[in-house]
T-cell receptor, first 113, second 112 residues
Framework: QQQVKQSPQSLIVQKGGISIINCAYE??????FPWYQQFPGKGPALLIA?????SEKKEGRFTISFNKSAKQFSLHIMDSQPGDSATYFCAASLEGGYNKLIFGAGTRLAVHP | DVKVTQSSRYLVKRTGEKVFLECVQD?????MFWYRQDPGLGLRLIYFSYDVKMKEKGDIPEGYSVSREKKERFSLILESASTNQTSMYLC???????????FGQGTRLTVV
């Protein structure tokens, strides 16, 4: 049972463009939605996270948009750079559930110069 | 700097072998997790532990067991390795009140 669905599976963007990755979840009790970034040969690392009491969170070039009624959230990378080329995972967790994260399938982003 | 150290980066084992993957943290975090990562499937939770000697099954525990005898160390055990357990294995830690998870660098296991 896939509780967090992520799309697209892969994405190619030109340098300076906007990268958009989408996720949808099923469990309305989820209350924490992070995005993780993984470079080849490394473990994932937290990029940015949001809670359902806000609709948007921005950190530098990275923005999470959150739509509670649609049970969807997305990551926008503005002015995408070749250094952003990585695999991105959305996730969700439930407070009181030992904080265990349920991950999406991942999106492999390639930013071409 | 948070350190989550996995004992091996690469492992090659034979079918039927018993395999131990070790994870050690230096953050004194209560929660520790084992995930496996496969292309197109993301990270899937195998087992987790929220305290010493405590363990809970994740989404795909079959063929695996775990051990947590000390707070800083969480071991994943493949009782009898099979080729379908060839994968990247990732250990992660989280504090009880802190929702950020910190990952190790991963162990790429190949079962031949």
């Amino acid at each position: 049972q896939q509780q967090v669905k992520q799309s697209p599976q892969s994405l190619i963007v030109q340098k300076g463009g906007i990268s958009i990755i989408n996720c949808a979840y099923e469990n309305t009790a989820f209350d924490y939605f992070p995005w993780y970034q993984q470079f080849p040969g490394k473990g994932p690392a937290l990029l940015i996270a949001i809670r359902p009491d806000v609709s948007e969170k921005k950190e530098g070039r990275f923005t999470i948009s959150f739509n509670k009624s649609a049970k969807q959230f997305s990551l926008h990378i503005m002015d995408s750079q070749p250094g952003d080329s990585a695999t991105y995972f959305c996730a969700a967790s439930l407070e009181g559930g030992y904080n265990k994260l349920i991950f999406g399938a991942g999106t492999r982003l390639a930013v071409h110069p | 700097d948070v350190k989550v150290t996995q004992s091996s980066r690469y492992l090659v084992k034979r079918t039927g072998e018993k395999v131990f993957l070790e994870c050690v943290q230096d953050m004194d975090h209560e929660n520790m997790f084992w995930y496996r990562q496969d292309p197109g499937l993301g990270l899937r939770l195998i087992y987790f532990s929220y305290d010493v000697k405590m363990k809970e099954k994740g989404d795909i525990p079959e063929g695996y067991s775990v051990s947590r005898e000390k707070k800083e160390r969480f071991s994943l055990i493949l009782e009898s390795a099979s080729t379908n357990q060839t994968s990247m294995y990732l250990c992660a830690i989280q504090g009880t009140l802190n929702t950020e998870a910190f990952f190790g660098q991963g162990t790429r296991l190949t079962v031949v």
